[in-house]
């Protein structure tokens, strides 16, 4: 079975993984100006991958689940095909350089095995590569795919409402308990910044439901010309920008964010034609990469820092060349990490006799 791909939904996912790169390059910056808050909010992005996988996924799979063909075990392998290459090798290379230099903090053998599983998200075992608190979240929610679908789009409509309310609640309740800081870590950007056992698996689910929900309403042809309507993506697209503005407006942005995702799916309008276009689709491409190797660039980042001056505009980004210099290595690097280790990974993967086909559609 053949899917076509919304490129818009690859354009996107790339964004979102350079404004994590940035978010985390410019972690330290104190500064409380309209733009600096937007950059803050750059953890939100971890939410709209959620979202966006569980409506790619629905995408590629809906149908066979509607018709009954569908298989976990493929669903499984194909999903582990798209992942495991390039996350076993940023890890292990990460594992590697901080052996060899001996100034990181030793990992015991169950981080390491739960690391190489991808088991860390369900008791917290720290993430030997930081970012990847989320992909081992995300596997999870792969397993849990054909039920959560059963509950979305094979679901009478008002029970799919229902689960839609739940799963808003759900992202509602962890801002509200974060603002009242009952949850939360010091070191935590926002309300939505959770990144331990178990919040790491509710903001994952919950998302990850939303995505499924979003496709059930883009198959709904009178729905999907109102998400393809111009003024109501660019109301959106402005809204998810003045609301990151903000501070303590999370559960907001997040709304807007299932906006973006649900007028990104009519494949018409302004936004997809942004997030469709070919800069944007090529980043949409290697975004894994960059979301899996940016975090040790920071190294790079403070060595250019030290020898590149700090004139930042508006105080939004401190050293702006050095930003632009490293967040460079890292696409380049993650380029060739594309070229040389996904792509052939995951075609040799998805050919191997065990696999037993699939549909060829947008990657997840």
């Not at 903001?203 to 995505?211: D, H, K, N, S």
């Not at 190294?299 to 050095?322: D, E, K, M, N, Y």
């Amino acid at each position: 079975m053949i899917v076509r791909e919304i490129r818009a939904m690859t354009g996107v996912r790339g964004m979102a993984a350079l404004i994590v790169m940035i978010y985390h390059f410019e972690r330290g910056l104190q500064s409380t100006s309209p733009l600096s808050t937007m950059l803050n909010h750059g953890y939100l992005s971890v939410d709209l991958f959620f979202v966006l996988s569980g409506f790619v996924l629905s995408h590629v799979y809906g149908q066979a689940l509607k018709e009954g063909s569908f298989t976990l075990r493929a669903f499984l392998l194909h999903r582990l095909a798209r992942i495991y290459p390039v996350y076993i090798v940023a890890t292990s290379a990460i594992l590697a350089i901080g052996l060899w230099k001996r100034h990181d903090p030793a990992f015991g053998a169950d981080v390491i095995v739960s690391n190489v599983f991808m088991l860390q998200s369900i008791r917290d075992w720290p993430s030997i590569d930081p970012p990847a608190w989320s992909v081992s979240a995300e596997l999870i929610a792969y397993l849990l795919f054909p039920i959560l679908a059963r509950l979305c789009f094979r679901s009478r409509p008002g029970f799919a409402l229902m689960t839609a309310l739940a799963a808003l609640a759900t992202i509602m309740g962890l801002s509200i308990s974060a603002s009242l800081h009952w949850i939360g870590s010091p070191i935590a950007k926002g309300q939505l910044d959770l990144f331990y056992a178990p919040y790491t698996l509710i903001r994952c689910l919950a998302g990850f439901t939303l995505g499924q929900l979003i496709w059930r309403l883009h198959a709904q042809g009178a729905i999907a010309q109102w998400a393809a309507n111009n003024a109501v993506q660019v109301g959106i697209g402005l809204s998810l920008l003045c609301l990151t503005a903000f501070r303590g407006t999370d559960f907001f942005v997040y709304l807007a964010i299932i906006g973006l995702i649900f007028c990104l799916s009519a494949s018409r309008g302004a936004l997809p034609a942004i997030f469709g276009s070919r800069p944007m689709h090529f980043l949409g491409r290697i975004s894994f990469p960059v979301y899996l190797t940016h975090y040790k660039a920071m190294g790079l980042l403070s060595a250019l820092q030290s020898r590149l001056p700090a004139t930042g505009p508006f105080h939004i980004v401190r050293h702006p060349l050095a930003v632009l210099s490293a967040g460079l290595a890292v696409i380049c690097l993650s380029w060739l990490v594309h070229e040389g280790i996904e792509r052939p990974c995951r075609k040799f993967l998805r050919r191997a006799h065990w696999l037993g086909g699939g549909s060829k559609a947008l990657p997840a």
